[in-house]
């Protein structure tokens, strides 16, 4: 597995890898189009928004992230040694995606198959060590230079279903805390914003 093919194409790709006690992540490639789709396309995921309906949808989704540098997103999958199945594969089992959504925001998504098994704790965790660890004045494409110092992440109405108190305790646990509503861009709907700041940043 190289990143070399995307930054070919795609000179804002990043090349970063990383790995947590249970997961590898890589940057996105286009050839993981049927595994975004299949993410994507879950109603459980996308449980207060649209799901994506074709697969070209999905080749879009990462066509915007392989092409703009303030996207900083990685393909989650499982090491060998945490898939205990016994199922074999031709090739590591892609379970999410995690990263720089616009940064400073960030997010995460997974398969329903593996809720429940603390990788979306982990992942934001790993992330969060990974980012700070290699970038701790904050992303360089960052405009504004306060917005250097934190960290966000936008959770799902609270009301509407129990995947948002689930991802608001994996932020907590991540050491994100509440830090305001916002609108969702095209709506009236006011959504919870959770703030993590970076290590010796906090005003």
């Not at 804002?12 to 789709?37: C, G, Q, S, V, W």
């Not at 090491?79 to 925001?105: I, N, W």
Request: net charge negative.
């Amino acid at each position: 597995m190289t990143a070399s093919n995307s930054t070919d194409i795609f000179p804002a790709a990043h090349n970063y890898t990383f790995k947590t006690e249970r997961l590898f992540f890589r940057p996105l490639h286009l050839d993981d189009t049927a595994d975004i789709f299949a993410l994507r396309s879950d109603p459980r995921v996308y449980y207060w928004t649209t799901p994506q309906q074709d697969i070209s949808g999905a080749q879009a989704w990462i066509r915007e992230r392989l092409g703009d540098d303030c996207y900083l997103s990685f393909c989650v999958e499982e090491l060998f040694d945490a898939q205990h199945d016994g199922t074999k594969r031709d090739k590591p089992r892609v379970v999410g995606v995690c990263g720089g959504t616009h940064l400073p925001e960030i997010g995460y998504i997974f398969l329903p198959s593996v809720w429940g098994k603390g990788y979306a704790t982990e992942a934001v965790k790993g992330f969060s060590n990974f980012y700070w660890g290699m970038f701790p004045d904050g992303y360089p494409s960052i405009l504004e230079a306060d917005d250097r110092k934190y960290l966000k992440a936008v959770t799902g109405p609270p009301e509407e279903n129990r995947s948002a108190a689930a991802s608001v305790a994996v932020l907590k646990k991540c050491g994100f805390e509440y830090w305001k509503d916002q609108v969702e861009e095209g709506t009236s709907q006011l959504l919870p914003v959770w703030r993590q700041w970076g290590p010796g940043k906090k005003p």
